[in-house]
């Protein structure tokens, strides 16, 4: 179970319990506090792999390493909802007392920092104010500021510009992808961009699984220059084919794409594209 996945999928899964039968469900944290269903026992590892940013190397880490303390409680809290159940975990005492933190990082100091000094900018506040919170990694504080300077979304004094004013409205994923997005529009090829940015907001599986997912992406890939060809061959030849969402769904199904990835894809473009919207 994913949190990518639609409720209405998830939904129409659930509901199709046979008697008689054993379900198991392979679940990430999603299924910790965002979805019931009915389970008689749960196995827990006590790890966890969320994605972590680093400012050492500008990026996502995602590292398996002990889940918190009321994670795991949370997990527990799975069986009991429906029926009676029993709760199988795959750690010590000493080491969910010891080696698990109590509570999770807040997200703040989990993620990149640029667009919450934007937003605290934007309410006036300066970077001299913002940079005395001690609760922030100071590598990951000099990183945030050095990039927002160079985007040129902060003056000499620390304060908000129209640049950057223009940036944090910018519904991107980060302020480089809302950089990556203004030039494309000045330049003309903002769709492009849009779609390639819908395609990296998130890990989803494009192709259905099986053979036919296997023989879409060979077909697809063929011919292909780089990945941005690729994607936007993608889209294209699924656009194309919504006229309805009953003939959509039909044809993604026939041609081995996973109809559920490009409809994300979809909002996510269009929701990229609003700003620059001209009625």
Known sequence: LLARARWEG?????????KHTRYVYLATTYAETSV?????????????????????ITGWNVATRWHTQAGCLQRRGRVGRHMEGEVFRLYTRTTFSQSMPIHPVPALQREPLDRFILAALRAGLNLSTISGIS?????????????LAQRGAVDLDGYITEQGRLLQALPAQSIDAA???????ILGCDIEVATFLGFCAGNM?????????????LAYRRGC??????YL???????????????????????????????????????????????
Do not use: C
């Open 10 to 18: 998830e939904q129409a899964e659930l509901g199709k319990i046979v």
């Open 36 to 56: 019931t269903f009915p389970v008689r026992f749960v196995v827990d590892s006590g790890l966890v792999s969320d994605p972590i940013w680093d400012p050492q």
């Open 135 to 147: 609760d922030f990694d100071g590598r990951e504080m000099s990183r945030a500021k050095w990039n």
């Open 179 to 185: 950089k990556f997005l203004q030039v494309s529009e």
């Open 205 to 217: 599986q494009l192709f259905l699984e099986g053979i036919e997912g296997e023989r879409a992406y």
């Open 225 to 230: 220059r780089d990945d941005l060809d690729f």
């Open 233 to 279: 061959r993608l889209f294209h030849s699924w656009e194309i084919h919504q006229s309805s969402k009953k003939e959509g769904l039909k044809w993604s199904k026939a041609a081995g794409l996973n109809h559920a990835a490009f409809v994300k894809i979809a909002e996510t473009r269009e929701r990229l594209l609003r700003p620059f919207m001209r009625n």
